[in-house]
């Protein structure tokens, strides 16, 4: 390593703070540029990048229609105060109301995915008159305090006390019990559970529920068979409002523009992010139906960001959705999610460390299992041979993410057949260090 990238570490590390980290504790990938779905490093070499960053570079890195969008919107309107109507508020606005399914025909534009989440949650309440909000515990929605308490996961609990009204349930699929032996009896089970949560909370004080549409980082579970439609039945009964967090999963990740889509159903609120934009600049957004919508005709969205409805995010919003179109990149998910599950059933078959898989598009995981058959790391947990893949696969030139038992494969939705077996392969070798440290 050079001393000028030492010297770029040793000030990042020194002057700013990382995510979910001691700061003593990070070793940062040094990253100079960015093209397609490889990084490179400042002495030049290339990382496969197999988790499209955070599940959020759909489009793969540098696209150069949308980087020469982002230079031509600088030549127009920079900025604008958020109660200005400018072309790209019109633009984006009614691109989106086309696109989106049903009647979510109205936008409220952020910065990201929390701020998205906080702002349907405050829509959700200021409609209904209610106050709490239901969520599940295989869940993250984001890194703000009103998000942390709606997340499951244990980012939460150092975050914790938080404000009040946030009730957690588990998911159709818990971590160490079933709901059921099929996925009809898992739905059934976990709704009529779910049913008797609501009767004890009291249904007239819940405002809506949250759900990630498809659980991204705890899992990648996509919903059992008939979840989604018996959801909406259930919350529809009550009149409790049904938010689907599409941060991770919309914009063609799944191989539906958005995950909801599979289920055949249509949301109340939908927040958005990530792909929204292709992480190319910060931009997040609420989507609502029309009878939300027409209530803030007459009353007042108690909300408010400088940054709302940025002319520059709205431009390259609009770049990165034409580009999907282009390219036709959510059927593209769909067509190379398939090869994908090819590559992880081969490697599920061939690896006595691999418990299970999971994929849904371009949506992916893998679960990794001790001698005994048990989670390798377990919930929240470490191992050492987790720790060990992690440091091969930077080593191999391959960037994704090694949590608890879980390895992830999700490449930006551009990623060519050849890309993709070269990654499949490091995780191969990768699998079979595994395989030795657990003895199998």
């Known amino acids: 390593m050079s001393d000028a990238t030492q010297a770029m570490i040793d000030a990042c590390k020194r002057h700013t703070l990382f995510n979910w980290s001691a700061r003593g504790g990070v070793s940062p990938l040094p990253i100079a540029r960015a093209e ?24 793969g890195h540098s696209h150069p229609k949308v980087v020469q969008a982002m230079k031509d919107a600088c030549d127009g309107l920079i900025y604008a105060f958020p109660g200005s109507a400018t072309q790209a508020r019109a633009d984006l606005s009614t691109k989106l109301a086309e696109l989106m399914p049903g009647d979510l025909n109205t ?25 709490k909000v239901l969520s599940r515990y ?15 996961d244990p980012r939460r609990w150092a975050n914790e006390p938080g404000s009040p009204g946030f009730i957690r349930v588990l998911d159709p699929s818990p971590y ?21 949560v609501i009767e004890m909370e009291g249904p ?55 995950a ?4 055949d159903i249509v949301p109340d ?78 490697l599920t078959a061939k690896h006595a460390c691999v418990k299970t898989f999971r994929s849904i598009g371009m949506f992916g995981m893998f679960d990794l299992q001790d001698a005994d058959g048990n989670l390798i790391a377990g919930f929240n947990g470490s191992h050492a041979a987790m720790k060990d ?9 391959l960037f994704t993410f090694v949590r608890w038992s879980h390895v992830m494969s999700n490449p930006p939705l551009t990623i060519s057949e050849e890309d993709l077996a070269w990654g499949m392969d490091v995780l191969d070798r990768g699998f079979s260090l595994v395989d030795n440290a657990i003895g199998r």
């Open 260 to 263: 909801f889509e599979h289920g």
């Open 36 to 59: 397609g779905v490889w990084l490179y490093q400042p002495d030049g070499k290339r990382i496969l990048d197999f988790n499209s960053q955070l599940m959020s570079v759909n489009i």
């Open 269 to 346: 609120i939908v927040s958005m992010a990530k792909g929204l934009t292709s992480s190319y600049i910060a931009l997040g957004a609420v989507a609502m139906r029309d009878p939300i919508a027409k209530h803030f005709d007459t009353n007042v969205f108690w909300g408010g960001l400088t940054y709302n409805s940025h002319p520059i995010s709205l431009k390259t919003a609009l770049a990165v959705i034409q580009v999907m179109e282009d390219e036709d990149l959510v059927n593209r998910s769909a067509r190379m999610g398939e090869v994908m599950r090819g590559h992880m059933e081969r």
């Open 107 to 131: 936008f409220f534009f952020t910065l990201g995915g929390a701020e998205a989440n906080e702002n349907a949650v405050k829509l959700a309440r200021l409609y209904t008159g209610r106050h």
């Open 389 to 397: 893949l992690g440091a091969f696969f930077r080593e191999e030139g």
């Open 176 to 196: 160490d019990f079933s709901f059921g032996e099929n996925e009809e009896e898992k739905t059934a089970n976990n709704l009529r559970y779910l049913r008797e």
């Open 204 to 258: 007239q004080t819940i405002a809506a529920m949250i759900i990630e549409t498809v659980t991204g980082t705890n899992g990648v579970l996509p919903p059992p068979k008939g979840y989604l439609k018996g959801l909406r039945a259930l919350l529809d009964e009550y009149g409790i409002l049904l938010i689907c967090d599409e941060v991770m999963a919309g914009w063609g990740r799944t191989g539906k523009l958005m």
């Open 138 to 152: 295989r869940s993250y929605h984001g890194a703000t305090n009103l998000c942390m308490q709606m997340t499951g």
